[in-house]
């Protein structure tokens, strides 16, 4: 159910659209005046958030939680296209064209979004059409990520799949990161493969063998990377 945003949401909100790269160029007064129309929804974990074919009439900034972008078969076999983390935005693409959706949104954990309306987003980009910069490089981030996943998929083996992976989501293209630090997010290794496209014995027998290695530590759905170095290597060896 939507809800009025709260003077601490919107604050979080704006800090949002003022760091991604959707909004970045806009003023503190033309970020304002477009959070001032976003509405918040929550969700529970599980909860579906739109379907494909679905009406694409707005797009969303998750505030907190963790979102699911998936496509599925008719035989029910799933690929995971992206993990939404709180700062990112998703559904910007039926909310240009005004189609339907490509893709299924489902939260993994509970989680808040700010809810942007087409029509708010279209008659904003109409008096600030700058702004369209930073969608334009939004749209060519994700094109290069699914160019990425899917090339991945076809000339990797899985370790080396797995592991780049799970530093993408760990945002691990920074130099240094804390040793033991966690990946926060509750995906299951049946999630886990369907991202990278391997079963889900083959993603357990995977992380078993870096646990007795030391490389991580698994457990109740949360991976700490405990040695960075050994899972760099893994993503890109020799």
């Keep these: 159910m939507a809800e009025s945003i709260s003077l601490s949401t919107q604050e979080e909100a704006r800090r949002l659209l003022a760091s991604g790269a959707l909004f970045h160029d806009l003023s503190a007064d033309e970020r304002?005046?477009?959070v001032a129309r976003a509405r918040v929804r929550t969700f529970s974990s599980g909860d579906t958030i739109f379907l494909t074919g679905s009406l694409g009439d707005s797009m969303?900034?998750?505030l907190t939680g963790t979102i699911r972008i998936s496509v599925s078969s008719s035989e029910g076999k799933e690929i995971v296209l992206a993990i939404m983390q709180p700062g990112d935005f998703f559904g910007e693409l039926a909310l240009l064209d005004g189609k339907a959706r490509s893709a299924d949104a489902k939260a993994i954990t509970a989680c808040s979004l700010a809810v942007l309306e087409r029509r708010d987003v279209m008659a904003f980009f109409d008096h600030h059409p700058s702004a369209l910069l930073g969608l334009v490089r939004v749209l060519c981030r994700?094109?290069?990520?699914?160019t990425e996943q899917t090339a991945e998929v076809a000339l990797l083996d899985l370790p080396s799949r797995l592991a780049k992976t799970l530093l993408r989501l760990t945002d691990a293209d920074q130099d240094e990161q804390p040793e033991g630090s966690a990946l926060r997010i509750?995906?299951?290794q049946r999630e886990l493969g369907n991202i990278v496209g391997a079963t889900r014995e083959s993603i357990n027998k995977c992380l078993r063998e870096w646990q007795r290695n030391g490389v991580i530590k698994s457990e109740n759905n949360i991976i700490a990377i405990k040695n960075?170095?050994?899972l760099k290597k893994i993503a890109e060896p020799d």
Excluded at 142 to 146: G, M, P, Q, V
Aim: hydrophobic share 55%; net charge positive.
């Design 142 to 146: 994700r094109l290069r990520a699914s």
């Design 186 to 188: 509750s995906l299951s």
């Design 60 to 62: 969303m900034a998750v």
């Design 32 to 34: 304002k005046g477009l």
């Design 228 to 230: 960075w170095e050994a």
